[in-house]
């Protein structure tokens, strides 16, 4: 009577892609994997391409008229006190040139300034 577990091997479906690398790339590569942190080149380029793959961040802006954004971005530094355009653009989803744009007017405003 068998009571473990059925393990099979599960193959994941994937492509192999070519790259071309420096000689110098390639003595690098081998000396990590030589020193034991990876368990052979393509190990290494798989987690290089997830790492850098998770570093980049796609942002999806909203289409938001231009009142709405206003009050968005206006609330926005009320609630954070300071923070930079970039940080506002990013978390609220509107554009960085369009939140730029905003800040200007409510600095005219008075409604906000700029911090140096």
Known sequence: M???????IVR???KVVG?????????QINKLVEAGL??????FIREAVREKLASI???EYRDVDCE????EVAGYFQMKDEAYAS??????????????NIMDDLEKEGKMETVE
């Open 19 to 27: 790259a071309k690398l420096t000689r110098n790339e390639i003595c």
């Open 2 to 8: 068998n009571m473990g577990a059925d393990v099979g």
């Open 68 to 71: 709405t954004a206003k009050k």
């Open 38 to 43: 990876y368990l052979n080149p393509s190990d």
């Open 57 to 59: 961040k796609v942002i």
């Open 87 to 100: 940080d506002a653009s990013t978390d609220l989803q509107l554009d960085y040139e369009l939140v730029c």
């Open 12 to 14: 994941s479906t994937g």
